[in-house]
């Protein structure tokens, strides 16, 4: 756990037709709103990184993001007047933290 990853979202209408895709340089922001844990137990850990992007085109792309907890996450995403959606994110544990205990 605690590896950065990236979390990268099509912007699309109600329809799934892509939103900003016509102006490859200025989509909408799009922005992480919520991070939970999920499954038994549902202990989470904060969401570390970039919790904001600038689409470009229909792509929003969060990097880096950090879980320091292994665990399934739900990010929800979302943009003014759009719905949002939401992410599920799994976060292995680290090797070595597996190996500190090991005889």
Known sequence: AGAPFTLTVRVVDARGAPVGAEAPAAGPVVAIVSAAAVGPGGRGA??????????????????????????????RVAAAGLAAAAARVTVAPDPLDAAVGAS
């Open 46 to 75: 904060p969401l570390l990184g970039a919790r904001t992007s600038a689409a470009r085109g229909d792509v929003a792309t969060f990097a880096p993001l950090r879980v320091d907890r292994p665990g399934t996450y739900v990010l």
